[in-house]
Every structure is written in structure tokens, then in C-alpha cells.
């Protein structure tokens, strides 16, 4: 009687008999985030995403060498007297006798001498930065959309170094000033989105740990360019060859690196790509030397909790979350960020910018300056990377930019003369160092505050945001003695207090849609503080 009972419970006959089988015929897989599958399977930062990481950035020395090619090709060359009428002893053109002197290098060395951007003429050079810098800004808001749609960031990426190289090149042909000033101003909309593009797509498949080590590595390269440009600069000293010549790792960039690169597995899951997502994770595994099992597929994070069947054989597509900017707009939690990001940028940028254009001329070589420059500013991305994740992004920012508003002030109550001149130089010099590193970490801050879906959109209007500074950065260097570190000091310290209502971010995931931050910051709001 006790046996058959035993028997009807079913205690020794289960341990025997298998589990029954789905209907369908598969068992459910396990869904992970894509930070997840990162860290538990296919490496956080393998081999796979430093060479992926170095290729793409490779895409930030480009941005630096369009933008600072104008140093040298809108300068102005140094003149001589050609006939006695003339006056050595002037320090300008201006009111010499036309005919009287000549350029010592030609009037085909700068756009100056050939279309006589001097005396009356001379904001026309101001004219073209300003208008280069707001051809960024369009840029950066047109392809942050584009590479969070259907276009992607690598496809975003090949785009515009495409067509960095075609205007770099037309520029060089141009006729008269407008027609220069046209091709710069598309030069600056193919630019503005060369950065962004190359940011997010070397950073997004970086594990949580790294990736804003990575993110900071990024400017590395944009001073990488800013050398290069001064070195090609000094084997072409005209300006039309100059142009041409920076046109070409555009070139090179688009047939020896683009075509080995990878779309962003984030933007793919995003996009209801999960089969080609999943590809590109079993490679990063592979390469990485890990094993991506089976049974694993990746999944939205608002998903990963829910019960949803999906199929066994890896994944499965799903439709494409449609985000817009509007709807960064329409939640407030992302609106609020939003609002902040950009104002704090566009302080970052007024100074960032500011501070180059108003150093002191040393009265050493141009080319060399220009290389010093950018090696000057290495120094504080190599601190920032390396305090990033110890501190924070939210404190670092505060600090950097209070540090440079800071000597602005400083250097504000300078006279302009005398040791004063020297005091004010090296406040100037330390200014734009904590800037530099603001700059720097302002864009691993603002990726990480806004879900995939949505996160180029995000960091196009911040981009933005950054070149309406550039804009009016020479208008205010153009005030002359103490103002413009008094206004770079307001900017500074400004721009930290503003920092100081964002959340931090610092060892949180990178969200996929804006349900699952929006979700997750609900549950825990001290994040916020």
C-alpha cells in the first residue's frame, strides 16, 4: 500500500523521467543585455575592440585636420617693401602705397594674399571660422539623426568621410572668396559628424569598466590630427596644395579602414537587427578568445524581465524602435539632461575655443606652435582618463571647468604688459588645459545619459550646442585686453554649477531604450542626487 502510494506521488519515478519538452519544440533562451553578454561571455575589452576602437578613432585625426587646416591657410604671410615708396618701418599694409611691397611668399600662400583679406577686408577671415564652425553645428544635428535611423553609424561615418574628402578637394579650386567660403562651410557640415559618428560607434561596444577610459582616449587622436596638419602644412606652403593634401587620409581612411569595421551590435538590437547583432557578438567572442554559448540571445533592457518567447535559433528580428529627438523632448527626465547637456557644453566650447584663439603669439614658428599645441593638451586627457573612473564624471566636470574658470578670472585682473603679459599668458595656458579635459570627458558624460536609441540624436544637438560656442568665440576674442577672460571665467564657473544638477552616471549601464533607463533611474532615484 505504501509502495503504490509512493508510486502515485510520483518520488521515484521522477528523477527518471525527462522534463517535458516545449510544444514548439525548442527550450526558451536565456536573454542578457548587451553589457551582460560583455561581461559574462564575450570580454569587456579584448583585442576585438582595441583594434575596432583604434580604426574608428582614426576617424577623430580627420576632424582635427579639417577644422585646423584654416590656421595655415588663412594666414597671414609676412610682406616686404618692393620700391622706395614704401615704409619698412610699418606695422601694417594698410596705409602703404599700393604697388610699394610685395608678399614675401607669394600671393598664392594664403587665401589672404590672394583674395585680399587684409585692411577693410580682414573680418572676412573671422568670417569663414564662424561660418565653418555653424556648417559643424548643422552637421552634427543632421547625422546624430541619421546614425540613430537607418542609416547607422558606420554607414553615418562612411558618409561623411566621403565627403570630407570631395569638398576638402573642390576646396582648393575655389575661384574667388565666396566660393571658398561655400566649400569651408561644407567642409564644416561633412566634419560635425565625423567625431560624433566615430565616438559612439568606437565606444558603444565597450564593456561598462572601459568604456569611458576609451571614451576619453578618443581626443588623443583629434590632437593627432592637429599635428599632422601643421606637418603637412610645412611640405605645402600654398594654400591650394594644402587643402588638397589633407584631403587625402580622408581618402585613405574611407578604402584602407572603413571597410573592416563593424556597425555598432547596439544600434542593430535597437534597430530589431538581433540576428546581425548576435553575429557581431559570436566575432567578439571568438576574437576575444571567449565562447559565446548557446541558449544566450540579446535583448532590449526593457525586455530582459519580461516573458516573451523567442526562438532558439539565436534570435529572432523584431521592429525597429523608432526614436526621435521629440521624444527626448517629451520625457522629462531626458529633457531635463538635455536642456543641460547643451548649455554646459556651449560654455565648455566658448572657452575651449576662446582660449586657442586668444594665446598670446610667441613670435616662434608657426608650425611648430601650432604641433606644441596639440601635444600641450595630451596632458590633461591622460589625467582625466585616469581619475575617471575614481571620482566620477559629475565632480571631475565640476572641477575642470571651475580649475579653468578659475585663471580666466586670473588672468581677467592681468595687466597686458610687462611680467603681466608673461602671468596672464600662463593663466591663459592653464585655462585651456582644464578645458581641454572637460572637453574631453563632456562627451563620455553625455553618451551615458541618454539610451541607444536615442544617443546620437542626444549628442548631435550637444555637438551643436559646441559649435554655436565656436561661433562666437571670435567675436568675443575680438574685444580685446581683460574682457574675454572675463567672460571665459563667467562661462567656466557657470557651466559647473550647471553640471552640478546632473545625475552621475559613473558604473551605471549604458540603457538601450528610453522605458528601461527611465524604469531603472525610477527604482533608484539616489542616483539622481
Known amino acids: 500500500m505504501s509502495n503504490s502510494s509512493t508510486l502515485s506521488n510520483g518520488d521515484l519515478w521522477s528523477p527518471l523521467i525527462p522534463p517535458p519538452a516545449a510544444a514548439d519544440g525548442y527550450s526558451k533562451p536565456k536573454k542578457v543585455t548587451m553589457d551582460q553578454m560583455l561581461e559574462k561571455y564575450c570580454g569587456e575589452f579584448g583585442w576585438w575592440q582595441f583594434r575596432h576602437f583604434v580604426l574608428t578613432s582614426l576617424a577623430w ?5 579639417h577644422t585646423m587646416v584654416m590656421i595655415f591657410a588663412d594666414r597671414e604671410p609676412g610682406w616686404r617693401c618692393s620700391t622706395n615708396r614704401c615704409d619698412s618701418m610699418a606695422k601694417s599694409v594698410c596705409g602703404l602705397e599700393p604697388g610699394s611691397w610685395e608678399w614675401l611668399s607669394g600671393s598664392a600662400s594664403s587665401t589672404v594674399s590672394e583674395f585680399g583679406l587684409i585692411c577693410g577686408q580682414k573680418y572676412k577671415v573671422g568670417l569663414v571660422q564662424s561660418l565653418f564652425f555653424a556648417g559643424c553645428m548643422i552637421g552634427a544635428g543632421v547625422f546624430g539623426h541619421l546614425s540613430d535611423s537607418k542609416m547607422g553609424r558606420k554607414g553615418s561615418l562612411t558618409i561623411v568621410c566621403i565627403l570630407n574628402a570631395i569638398f576638402g578637394c573642390l576646396t582648393a579650386f575655389s575661384s574667388d572668396y565666396w566660393t571658398y567660403t561655400l566649400f ?3 567642409t564644416g557640415f561633412s566634419t560635425g559628424g565625423t567625431g560624433l559618428c566615430a565616438f559612439v560607434l568606437a565606444t558603444e561596444p565597450v564593456g561598462q569598466p572601459w568604456r569611458g577610459v576609451a571614451g576619453m582616449s578618443t581626443f588623443y587622436f583629434f ?3 592637429i599635428a599632422v596638419v601643421s606637418a603637412i602644412a610645412y611640405f605645402f606652403q600654398t594654400w591650394r596644395s594644402l587643402y588638397i593634401a589633407s584631403s587625402v587620409p580622408s581618402v585613405m581612411l574611407v578604402i584602407f579602414v572603413l ?8 544600434w542593430c538590437l535597437v534597430r530589431g537587427k538581433v540576428d546581425e547583432a548576435m553575429k557581431i557578438m559570436h566575432k567578439i567572442a571568438k576574437s576575444n578568445g571567449k565562447h ?4 544566450i540571445v540579446l535583448a532590449l533592457d526593457s525586455e530582459v524581465n519580461d516573458d516573451e518567447d523567442v526562438p532558439n535559433s539565436q534570435s529572432k528580428s523584431k521592429e525597429a524602435q523608432n526614436v526621435s529627438i521629440l521624444d527626448v523632448l517629451k520625457l522629462p527626465l531626458t529633457r531635463f539632461r538635455l536642456f543641460l547637456a547643451v548649455a554646459i557644453n556651449f560654455f565648455c566650447s566658448v572657452v575651449y575655443y576662446g582660449l586657442s584663439l586668444n594665446a598670446v603669439n610667441l613670435g616662434t614658428n608657426l608650425y611648430l606652435n601650432v604641433a606644441l599645441n596639440a601635444v600641450a593638451e595630451m596632458p590633461a586627457y591622460l589625467i582625466t582618463a585616469v581619475v575617471l573612473d575614481r571620482v566620477g564624471r559629475k565632480p571631475l566636470a565640476i572641477w575642470t571647468m571651475w580649475f579653468s574658470g578659475i585663471f ?3 588672468g581677467s585682473l592681468m595687466k597686458g604688459y610687462g611680467t603681466w603679459k608673461v602671468v596672464r ?3 591663459g595656458v592653464l585655462g585651456i588645459f582644464g578645458m581641454a579635459g572637460t572637453y574631453n570627458l563632456l562627451f563620455v558624460y553625455s553618451m551615458e545619459l541618454f539610451p541607444t536609441v536615442v544617443r546620437n540624436a542626444a549628442l548631435g544637438c550637444a555637438t551643436q550646442a559646441s559649435q554655436m560656442g565656436a561661433i562666437l568665440a571670435p567675436l568675443v576674442v575680438v574685444l580685446g585686453g581683460g574682457i574675454p577672460f572675463a567672460v571665459f571665467a563667467a562661462c567656466g564657473i557657470a557651466g559647473g554649477l550647471l553640471v552640478i544638477y ?28
Do not use: Q, W
Not at 259 to 266: A, T
Not at 292 to 295: A, H, S, T
Open 223 to 225: 590632437s593627432i590630427g
Open 184 to 186: 569651408r562651410v561644407l
Open 61 to 65: 585625426a580627420l576632424e582635427g585636420i
Open 425 to 427: 599668458m600662463a593663466c
Open 259 to 266: 571597410p573592416f569595421l563593424h556597425e555598432s551590435p547596439r
Open 502 to 529: 546632473l545625475p552621475e552616471t559613473l558604473n551605471r549601464p549604458l540603457y538601450d531604450t528610453m522605458a528601461g533607463m527611465e524604469e531603472a533611474e525610477a527604482e533608484k532615484p539616489s542616483i539622481l542626487s
Open 292 to 295: 559565446l554559448p548557446e541558449g
Open 408 to 410: 580666466c578670472l586670473a
